[in-house]
Protein backbone atom coordinates (compact mmCIF):
# COMPACT_ATOMS: atom_id res chain seq x y z
CA UNK A 1 0.00 0.00 0.00
CA UNK A 2 1.34 3.20 -1.12
CA UNK A 3 1.86 6.33 1.04
CA UNK A 4 -1.07 8.37 -0.01
CA UNK A 5 -3.32 4.97 0.97
CA UNK A 6 -2.08 4.77 3.93
CA UNK A 7 -2.85 8.61 4.54
CA UNK A 8 -6.52 7.64 3.98
CA UNK A 9 -6.81 5.37 5.76
CA UNK A 10 -5.83 6.92 8.99
CA UNK A 11 -7.98 10.05 7.84
CA UNK A 12 -11.08 7.49 7.61
CA UNK A 13 -10.43 6.14 10.85
CA UNK A 14 -9.84 9.26 12.74
CA UNK A 15 -13.18 10.64 11.20
CA UNK A 16 -15.41 7.55 12.50
CA UNK A 17 -13.46 7.72 15.75
CA UNK A 18 -14.60 11.50 16.12
CA UNK A 19 -18.02 10.05 15.04
CA UNK A 20 -17.82 13.02 12.18
CA UNK A 21 -19.54 11.05 9.72
CA UNK A 22 -20.83 14.19 7.91
CA UNK A 23 -17.06 14.78 7.29
CA UNK A 24 -16.54 10.86 6.16
CA UNK A 25 -19.23 11.16 3.82
CA UNK A 26 -17.12 14.04 2.24
CA UNK A 27 -14.05 12.64 2.54
CA UNK A 28 -15.73 9.30 0.53
CA UNK A 29 -17.63 10.70 -1.60
CA UNK A 30 -14.93 11.76 -4.78
CA UNK A 31 -13.15 8.41 -4.11
CA UNK A 32 -12.93 5.50 -6.85
CA UNK A 33 -15.12 2.34 -5.32
CA UNK A 34 -11.93 0.36 -5.73
CA UNK A 35 -9.77 2.90 -4.10
CA UNK A 36 -12.38 3.34 -1.60
CA UNK A 37 -12.76 -0.32 -1.10
CA UNK A 38 -8.89 -1.32 -0.60
CA UNK A 39 -9.26 1.30 2.17
CA UNK A 40 -11.78 -0.01 3.88
CA UNK A 41 -9.80 -3.46 3.91
CA UNK A 42 -7.88 -1.93 6.45
CA UNK A 43 -10.49 -1.02 8.84
CA UNK A 44 -12.24 -2.57 11.65
CA UNK A 45 -15.80 -4.72 10.24
CA UNK A 46 -17.60 -2.46 12.60
CA UNK A 47 -15.61 0.58 10.67
CA UNK A 48 -16.14 -1.17 7.15
CA UNK A 49 -20.24 -0.70 7.78
CA UNK A 50 -19.97 2.94 8.94
CA UNK A 51 -18.54 4.05 5.78
CA UNK A 52 -21.57 1.97 3.91
CA UNK A 53 -23.78 3.51 5.97
CA UNK A 54 -22.59 7.08 4.60
CA UNK A 55 -23.08 6.20 0.97
CA UNK A 56 -26.22 5.76 -1.12
CA UNK A 57 -27.17 2.12 -2.21
CA UNK A 58 -25.86 2.22 -5.40
CA UNK A 59 -22.84 3.05 -4.60
CA UNK A 60 -22.12 0.71 -1.54
CA UNK A 61 -22.89 -1.96 -3.76
CA UNK A 62 -20.37 -1.08 -6.29
CA UNK A 63 -17.75 -0.66 -2.74
CA UNK A 64 -19.59 -4.24 -1.43
CA UNK A 65 -18.72 -6.06 -4.86
CA UNK A 66 -15.00 -4.69 -4.83
CA UNK A 67 -14.01 -6.11 -1.12
CA UNK A 68 -12.68 -10.17 -1.08
CA UNK A 69 -14.76 -12.57 -0.43
CA UNK A 70 -14.38 -13.09 3.40
CA UNK A 71 -14.53 -8.93 4.04
CA UNK A 72 -17.50 -8.93 2.21
CA UNK A 73 -19.27 -12.05 3.80
CA UNK A 74 -18.33 -10.32 7.21
CA UNK A 75 -19.74 -6.77 5.88
CA UNK A 76 -22.96 -8.30 5.16
CA UNK A 77 -23.01 -10.16 8.53
CA UNK A 78 -23.24 -7.20 10.52
CA UNK A 79 -25.94 -5.89 8.05
CA UNK A 80 -29.79 -6.02 8.44
CA UNK A 81 -31.58 -8.52 6.15
CA UNK A 82 -33.31 -5.01 4.93
CA UNK A 83 -30.08 -3.56 3.83
CA UNK A 84 -28.75 -6.58 2.53
CA UNK A 85 -31.50 -6.85 0.24
CA UNK A 86 -30.94 -3.26 -0.99
CA UNK A 87 -27.64 -3.92 -1.81
CA UNK A 88 -28.22 -7.17 -4.01
CA UNK A 89 -30.99 -5.55 -5.88
CA UNK A 90 -28.55 -2.83 -6.95
CA UNK A 91 -25.65 -5.55 -8.16
CA UNK A 92 -25.23 -7.46 -11.15
CA UNK A 93 -26.22 -11.14 -10.98
CA UNK A 94 -23.27 -12.75 -11.28
CA UNK A 95 -22.34 -10.70 -8.15
CA UNK A 96 -25.37 -10.47 -6.46
CA UNK A 97 -24.72 -14.65 -6.08
CA UNK A 98 -21.33 -14.24 -5.20
CA UNK A 99 -21.91 -11.89 -2.19
CA UNK A 100 -25.24 -14.72 -1.29
CA UNK A 101 -22.79 -17.81 -1.42
CA UNK A 102 -20.73 -16.28 1.57
CA UNK A 103 -24.01 -15.77 3.92
CA UNK A 104 -24.71 -18.61 6.15
CA UNK A 105 -27.74 -20.83 6.05
CA UNK A 106 -30.53 -19.09 7.99
CA UNK A 107 -29.45 -15.14 6.75
CA UNK A 108 -29.59 -16.64 3.19
CA UNK A 109 -33.39 -17.75 3.71
CA UNK A 110 -34.23 -14.48 5.25
CA UNK A 111 -32.71 -12.99 2.74
CA UNK A 112 -34.33 -14.45 -0.43
CA UNK A 113 -37.52 -14.07 1.26
CA UNK A 114 -37.13 -10.72 1.02
CA UNK A 115 -35.77 -10.31 -2.77
CA UNK A 116 -38.17 -9.89 -5.42
CA UNK A 117 -39.06 -13.17 -7.54
CA UNK A 118 -36.93 -12.35 -10.58
CA UNK A 119 -33.76 -11.62 -8.75
CA UNK A 120 -34.21 -14.68 -6.10
CA UNK A 121 -34.95 -17.11 -9.62
CA UNK A 122 -31.42 -15.18 -10.99
CA UNK A 123 -29.60 -15.83 -8.28
CA UNK A 124 -31.06 -19.60 -7.52
CA UNK A 125 -30.04 -20.27 -11.00
CA UNK A 126 -26.36 -18.88 -10.56
CA UNK A 127 -25.71 -20.61 -7.54
CA UNK A 128 -26.72 -24.33 -8.85
CA UNK A 129 -23.36 -23.78 -11.07
CA UNK A 130 -20.07 -24.15 -9.91
CA UNK A 131 -18.50 -21.15 -8.87
CA UNK A 132 -15.18 -22.08 -11.05
CA UNK A 133 -17.31 -22.80 -14.40
CA UNK A 134 -18.98 -20.16 -16.76
CA UNK A 135 -22.16 -20.53 -15.07
CA UNK A 136 -21.01 -19.46 -12.11
CA UNK A 137 -19.04 -16.23 -13.94
CA UNK A 138 -22.00 -14.82 -15.92
CA UNK A 139 -24.71 -12.59 -15.47
CA UNK A 140 -28.19 -13.48 -15.83
CA UNK A 141 -28.44 -10.29 -17.61
CA UNK A 142 -28.21 -9.49 -21.24
CA UNK A 143 -29.38 -7.49 -24.40
CA UNK A 144 -30.86 -10.21 -26.57
CA UNK A 145 -33.42 -10.17 -29.58
CA UNK A 146 -35.34 -11.94 -31.72
CA UNK A 147 -34.03 -12.94 -35.32
CA UNK A 148 -36.80 -11.73 -36.50
CA UNK A 149 -36.44 -8.14 -34.87
CA UNK A 150 -36.28 -5.07 -36.73
CA UNK A 151 -33.00 -2.53 -35.54
CA UNK A 152 -35.28 -0.21 -34.48
CA UNK A 153 -37.02 -2.75 -32.36
CA UNK A 154 -33.03 -3.91 -31.36
CA UNK A 155 -32.40 0.19 -30.36
CA UNK A 156 -35.13 -0.06 -28.06
CA UNK A 157 -34.00 -3.40 -26.23
CA UNK A 158 -30.84 -1.57 -26.14
CA UNK A 159 -32.21 1.84 -24.43
CA UNK A 160 -34.17 -0.39 -21.82
CA UNK A 161 -31.34 -2.16 -20.77
CA UNK A 162 -29.23 1.22 -20.85
CA UNK A 163 -32.44 2.45 -18.56
CA UNK A 164 -32.09 -0.58 -16.10
CA UNK A 165 -28.02 0.05 -15.55
CA UNK A 166 -27.25 -3.26 -17.46
CA UNK A 167 -22.97 -3.63 -17.88
CA UNK A 168 -21.55 -3.68 -21.14
CA UNK A 169 -24.95 -3.12 -23.08
CA UNK A 170 -22.68 -2.42 -26.37
CA UNK A 171 -22.94 -5.68 -28.11
CA UNK A 172 -26.58 -7.39 -28.74
CA UNK A 173 -26.77 -10.95 -29.04
CA UNK A 174 -29.84 -11.94 -31.57
CA UNK A 175 -31.88 -15.55 -30.76
CA UNK A 176 -33.93 -17.77 -32.47
CA UNK A 177 -37.44 -18.27 -31.87
CA UNK A 178 -36.25 -21.30 -29.80
CA UNK A 179 -33.73 -19.08 -27.54
CA UNK A 180 -30.98 -20.66 -29.63
CA UNK A 181 -27.77 -18.09 -30.28
CA UNK A 182 -27.50 -17.38 -34.10
CA UNK A 183 -25.43 -14.63 -33.69
CA UNK A 184 -24.83 -10.82 -32.46
CA UNK A 185 -24.45 -6.87 -33.71
CA UNK A 186 -22.62 -4.22 -32.29
CA UNK A 187 -24.63 -1.38 -31.08
CA UNK A 188 -23.32 1.12 -33.26
CA UNK A 189 -23.74 -1.57 -36.55
CA UNK A 190 -27.14 -0.67 -35.08
CA UNK A 191 -27.38 2.77 -35.47
CA UNK A 192 -25.84 2.82 -39.03
CA UNK A 193 -28.78 0.34 -40.78
CA UNK A 194 -31.84 1.65 -41.67
CA UNK A 195 -34.71 1.09 -38.52
CA UNK A 196 -36.75 -1.37 -40.96
CA UNK A 197 -33.89 -3.64 -41.58
CA UNK A 198 -34.28 -7.04 -40.21
CA UNK A 199 -31.66 -8.07 -37.56
CA UNK A 200 -31.01 -11.75 -38.82
CA UNK A 201 -29.93 -9.81 -42.76
CA UNK A 202 -27.13 -7.75 -40.98
CA UNK A 203 -26.08 -9.56 -37.84
CA UNK A 204 -22.84 -11.54 -37.45
CA UNK A 205 -23.53 -15.05 -37.60
CA UNK A 206 -19.69 -16.02 -36.09
CA UNK A 207 -20.18 -15.93 -32.93
CA UNK A 208 -18.12 -17.72 -29.96
CA UNK A 209 -19.82 -18.69 -27.36
CA UNK A 210 -18.92 -19.94 -24.34
CA UNK A 211 -20.42 -23.70 -22.58
CA UNK A 212 -22.35 -23.26 -19.15
CA UNK A 213 -19.97 -25.72 -17.69
CA UNK A 214 -16.76 -25.19 -19.24
CA UNK A 215 -13.85 -24.61 -16.44
CA UNK A 216 -12.92 -20.88 -15.54
CA UNK A 217 -9.36 -21.24 -16.62
CA UNK A 218 -10.45 -22.35 -20.11
CA UNK A 219 -13.04 -19.21 -20.34
CA UNK A 220 -10.07 -16.90 -19.63
CA UNK A 221 -8.12 -18.75 -22.41
CA UNK A 222 -10.91 -17.79 -25.11
CA UNK A 223 -10.93 -14.52 -23.96
CA UNK A 224 -7.23 -13.44 -24.61
CA UNK A 225 -7.45 -16.18 -27.79
CA UNK A 226 -10.37 -13.96 -29.22
CA UNK A 227 -9.47 -10.30 -27.77
CA UNK A 228 -12.94 -10.33 -26.38
CA UNK A 229 -14.66 -7.48 -24.08
CA UNK A 230 -17.75 -9.82 -23.44
CA UNK A 231 -18.84 -13.47 -24.39
CA UNK A 232 -22.17 -14.92 -24.54
CA UNK A 233 -23.04 -18.40 -22.27
CA UNK A 234 -24.82 -21.18 -24.02
CA UNK A 235 -26.46 -24.08 -22.73
CA UNK A 236 -26.09 -27.79 -24.14
CA UNK A 237 -28.80 -27.05 -27.17
CA UNK A 238 -26.59 -24.07 -27.71
CA UNK A 239 -29.51 -21.69 -25.90
CA UNK A 240 -28.57 -17.81 -24.57
CA UNK A 241 -28.82 -18.60 -20.91
CA UNK A 242 -26.49 -15.23 -20.06
CA UNK A 243 -22.65 -13.45 -20.43
CA UNK A 244 -19.42 -13.14 -19.25
CA UNK A 245 -17.77 -9.86 -18.95
CA UNK A 246 -13.97 -8.37 -18.98
CA UNK A 247 -13.98 -7.72 -15.55
CA UNK A 248 -14.79 -11.33 -14.30
CA UNK A 249 -12.17 -12.88 -16.36
CA UNK A 250 -9.64 -10.33 -15.00
CA UNK A 251 -10.61 -11.71 -11.55
CA UNK A 252 -10.21 -15.14 -13.12
CA UNK A 253 -7.12 -14.31 -14.12
CA UNK A 254 -5.77 -13.06 -10.74
CA UNK A 255 -7.36 -16.14 -8.80
CA UNK A 256 -5.85 -18.91 -11.14
CA UNK A 257 -2.21 -17.27 -11.38
CA UNK A 258 -2.58 -16.78 -7.21
CA UNK A 259 -3.34 -20.43 -7.22
CA UNK A 260 -1.16 -22.20 -9.54
CA UNK A 261 1.87 -20.23 -7.63
CA UNK A 262 1.26 -21.25 -4.19
CA UNK A 263 0.43 -24.73 -5.21
CA UNK A 264 3.55 -24.85 -7.33
CA UNK A 265 6.00 -23.98 -3.86
CA UNK A 266 3.40 -26.71 -2.03
CA UNK A 267 1.01 -23.92 -0.07
CA UNK A 268 -2.48 -22.69 -0.70
CA UNK A 269 -3.85 -19.23 -2.21
CA UNK A 270 -6.43 -19.93 1.20
CA UNK A 271 -3.18 -18.71 3.02
CA UNK A 272 -3.90 -15.29 1.43
CA UNK A 273 -5.32 -13.29 4.43
CA UNK A 274 -5.77 -16.20 6.64
CA UNK A 275 -4.92 -14.78 10.29
CA UNK A 276 -4.58 -18.49 12.34
CA UNK A 277 -1.23 -19.79 12.44
CA UNK A 278 -2.48 -23.13 12.81
CA UNK A 279 -4.37 -23.77 9.44
CA UNK A 280 -1.49 -22.12 7.83
CA UNK A 281 0.50 -24.56 9.44
CA UNK A 282 -1.73 -27.39 8.79
CA UNK A 283 -1.49 -26.11 4.91
CA UNK A 284 1.67 -26.24 4.23
CA UNK A 285 2.94 -29.44 6.71
CA UNK A 286 2.30 -32.21 4.20
CA UNK A 287 3.99 -31.02 1.38
CA UNK A 288 7.22 -30.02 4.09
CA UNK A 289 6.70 -33.63 4.80
CA UNK A 290 6.89 -34.99 1.30
CA UNK A 291 9.89 -33.15 1.15
CA UNK A 292 11.27 -34.34 3.77
CA UNK A 293 10.74 -38.20 3.12
CA UNK A 294 12.60 -37.41 -0.02
CA UNK A 295 15.83 -35.86 1.49
CA UNK A 296 15.58 -39.12 3.63
CA UNK A 297 16.08 -41.00 0.89
CA UNK A 298 18.67 -39.39 -0.81
CA UNK A 299 20.37 -39.73 3.01
CA UNK A 300 20.09 -43.15 2.35
CA UNK A 301 21.60 -43.04 -1.32
CA UNK A 302 24.35 -40.94 0.18
CA UNK A 303 24.95 -43.60 2.95
CA UNK A 304 25.90 -46.11 0.21
CA UNK A 305 28.51 -44.20 -1.34
CA UNK A 306 30.24 -43.72 1.77
CA UNK A 307 33.50 -45.10 1.31
CA UNK A 308 34.05 -43.76 -2.40
CA UNK A 309 33.16 -40.49 -0.76
CA UNK A 310 35.44 -41.44 2.26
CA UNK A 311 37.85 -41.80 -0.33
CA UNK A 312 37.41 -38.81 -2.80
CA UNK A 313 35.75 -36.18 -0.28
CA UNK A 314 35.98 -33.31 -2.39
CA UNK A 315 32.92 -35.22 -4.24
CA UNK A 316 31.09 -34.31 -1.12
CA UNK A 317 31.85 -30.24 -2.29
CA UNK A 318 29.73 -30.79 -5.35
CA UNK A 319 26.40 -32.69 -4.12
CA UNK A 320 24.72 -28.97 -3.20
CA UNK A 321 25.71 -28.10 -6.73
CA UNK A 322 24.46 -30.67 -8.57
CA UNK A 323 21.18 -31.13 -6.58
CA UNK A 324 20.16 -26.89 -6.64
CA UNK A 325 21.00 -27.27 -10.28
CA UNK A 326 19.20 -30.06 -10.94
CA UNK A 327 15.93 -28.72 -9.08
CA UNK A 328 16.05 -24.88 -10.40
CA UNK A 329 16.30 -26.65 -14.33
CA UNK A 330 13.30 -28.81 -13.52
CA UNK A 331 11.45 -25.98 -11.96
CA UNK A 332 12.29 -24.04 -14.92
CA UNK A 333 11.03 -26.18 -17.38
CA UNK A 334 7.44 -26.90 -15.18
CA UNK A 335 6.55 -23.59 -14.42
CA UNK A 336 6.45 -22.89 -17.97
CA UNK A 337 4.54 -25.82 -19.09
CA UNK A 338 2.50 -25.63 -16.28
CA UNK A 339 1.75 -22.15 -17.68
CA UNK A 340 0.80 -22.93 -21.11
CA UNK A 341 -1.94 -26.21 -20.10
CA UNK A 342 -3.02 -23.16 -18.13
CA UNK A 343 -3.58 -20.34 -21.64
CA UNK A 344 -4.73 -23.75 -23.41
CA UNK A 345 -1.20 -23.58 -25.85
CA UNK A 346 -0.04 -27.20 -25.66
CA UNK A 347 -2.15 -29.81 -27.63
CA UNK A 348 -2.13 -33.73 -27.14
CA UNK A 349 -0.76 -33.75 -30.51
CA UNK A 350 2.10 -31.40 -29.52
CA UNK A 351 3.27 -32.59 -26.24
CA UNK A 352 5.94 -34.48 -27.71
CA UNK A 353 7.37 -31.14 -29.60
CA UNK A 354 7.36 -29.20 -25.95
CA UNK A 355 9.11 -31.91 -24.19
CA UNK A 356 11.87 -31.34 -26.67
CA UNK A 357 12.22 -28.11 -27.04
CA UNK A 358 12.35 -28.55 -23.12
CA UNK A 359 15.89 -31.02 -24.08
CA UNK A 360 17.28 -29.15 -26.03
CA UNK A 361 16.92 -25.85 -24.03
CA UNK A 362 18.69 -28.52 -20.90
CA UNK A 363 21.50 -29.64 -23.01
CA UNK A 364 22.58 -26.04 -24.17
CA UNK A 365 22.29 -24.77 -20.71
CA UNK A 366 24.12 -28.16 -19.13
CA UNK A 367 27.05 -27.70 -22.14
CA UNK A 368 27.24 -23.93 -20.73
CA UNK A 369 27.44 -24.55 -17.04
CA UNK A 370 29.46 -27.88 -17.72
CA UNK A 371 31.70 -25.92 -19.28
CA UNK A 372 32.43 -23.23 -16.37
CA UNK A 373 32.53 -25.97 -13.81
CA UNK A 374 35.33 -27.36 -15.51
CA UNK A 375 37.47 -24.52 -16.16
CA UNK A 376 36.73 -23.65 -12.19
CA UNK A 377 37.62 -27.48 -10.68
CA UNK A 378 41.03 -27.30 -13.44
CA UNK A 379 42.20 -23.98 -11.88
CA UNK A 380 41.44 -24.55 -8.23
CA UNK A 381 42.84 -28.68 -8.19
CA UNK A 382 43.79 -29.00 -11.83
CA UNK A 383 42.46 -32.19 -12.54
CA UNK A 384 41.44 -32.55 -15.75
CA UNK A 385 39.39 -35.57 -14.84
CA UNK A 386 37.49 -34.86 -12.51
CA UNK A 387 36.42 -31.64 -13.60
CA UNK A 388 35.28 -33.85 -16.73
CA UNK A 389 33.24 -36.61 -14.27
CA UNK A 390 31.24 -32.89 -13.15
CA UNK A 391 30.93 -31.71 -16.34
CA UNK A 392 29.08 -34.82 -17.52
CA UNK A 393 27.35 -35.11 -14.28
CA UNK A 394 25.85 -32.00 -14.38
CA UNK A 395 25.08 -32.73 -18.31
CA UNK A 396 22.92 -35.45 -17.25
CA UNK A 397 21.61 -34.25 -14.38
CA UNK A 398 20.09 -31.36 -15.87
CA UNK A 399 18.78 -33.24 -18.70
CA UNK A 400 16.99 -35.67 -16.69
CA UNK A 401 15.50 -32.51 -14.44
CA UNK A 402 14.12 -30.96 -18.23
CA UNK A 403 12.62 -34.53 -18.43
CA UNK A 404 11.15 -34.90 -15.49
CA UNK A 405 9.95 -30.84 -14.69
CA UNK A 406 8.40 -30.50 -18.53
CA UNK A 407 6.97 -33.91 -18.99
CA UNK A 408 5.38 -34.51 -15.76
CA UNK A 409 2.85 -32.21 -15.99
CA UNK A 410 1.60 -32.96 -18.87
CA UNK A 411 0.71 -36.45 -17.93
CA UNK A 412 -1.01 -35.15 -14.90
CA UNK A 413 -2.91 -32.95 -17.00
CA UNK A 414 -3.50 -36.06 -19.72
CA UNK A 415 -4.99 -37.95 -16.74
CA UNK A 416 -6.94 -34.78 -15.74
CA UNK A 417 -5.02 -33.72 -12.31
CA UNK A 418 -4.22 -30.51 -11.85
CA UNK A 419 -0.39 -30.22 -13.41
CA UNK A 420 0.40 -27.43 -10.97
CA UNK A 421 0.73 -29.61 -8.09
CA UNK A 422 2.93 -31.50 -8.75
CA UNK A 423 5.33 -28.50 -9.77
CA UNK A 424 6.98 -27.52 -6.17
CA UNK A 425 8.06 -29.81 -3.63
CA UNK A 426 7.31 -33.44 -6.04
CA UNK A 427 9.83 -31.87 -8.84
CA UNK A 428 12.33 -30.06 -6.52
CA UNK A 429 12.47 -33.60 -4.54
CA UNK A 430 12.47 -36.62 -7.50
CA UNK A 431 15.24 -34.00 -9.15
CA UNK A 432 17.03 -34.10 -5.84
CA UNK A 433 17.45 -38.02 -5.30
CA UNK A 434 17.69 -38.78 -8.93
CA UNK A 435 20.29 -35.94 -9.23
CA UNK A 436 22.35 -37.36 -6.19
CA UNK A 437 21.67 -41.09 -7.50
CA UNK A 438 23.20 -40.35 -11.54
CA UNK A 439 26.31 -38.29 -9.70
CA UNK A 440 27.72 -40.90 -7.26
CA UNK A 441 27.22 -43.05 -9.88
CA UNK A 442 29.46 -41.64 -11.83
CA UNK A 443 31.57 -40.62 -8.98
CA UNK A 444 32.27 -44.42 -8.19
CA UNK A 445 32.77 -45.38 -11.60
CA UNK A 446 35.42 -42.52 -11.72
CA UNK A 447 36.79 -43.46 -8.63
CA UNK A 448 37.16 -47.57 -9.83
CA UNK A 449 38.88 -46.21 -13.34
CA UNK A 450 41.29 -43.91 -11.38
Same mark, same amino acid.
Given at each position: ?D?? /???????????????D???LA?F?A???SAD??D?????E?????QV?????T?????V????DE?????? !?Q??S?RE??A??EE !?P??????????????????V??LL?RAD?E????LL????E?A?GL??VER?A??D?????D?????RAA??????????V????????L?G??????L?LR????R???????N %?????VD?????V?????R????V??VV???N?L????T?????????E???K??????G?????I?E?S??K??R?R??????GFL????????????E?SLA???????F?P?????A??T?M????V??R???LG??A????? /? /??F????V???????????L??? %??VW??????G???W??LL?V?????L???S???V??????????AA?????V??DVI??A???TLAS????A?
Amino acid at each position: MDGS /RIEDVGRARSLIEAGDFAGLAEFVAPLHSADLADILQQLEVEQQVQVLKRLDTGRAAEVLAELDEKSGSTV !LQLLSDREVVALLEE !LPSDDAADLMSTLGPEKTERVEALLPRADREDIQELLEFGSETAGGLMQVERVAVRDDATVQDAIGVVRAAAAAQVESPQRVYVVSESGELVGFMGTIDLVLRTPETRVRDVMERN %VVSVPVDMDQEQVAALFSRYNEFVMPVVDTANRLVGRITMDDIIDVIEEEASKDITRMAGTSDQEIGETSVFKVARTRLPWLVIGFLGEIVGAVLMSRYEASLAEFVVLVFFIPLIVATAGNTGMQAAVVVVREIALGQVAINRIG /R /RVFKELQVAFLNGMALGAMLFAI %VYVWRHNAALGGLLWGSLLLVIFVAALMGSSIPLVLNRFKVDPAVAAGPFITVSNDVIGIAIYLTLASAYLRAH
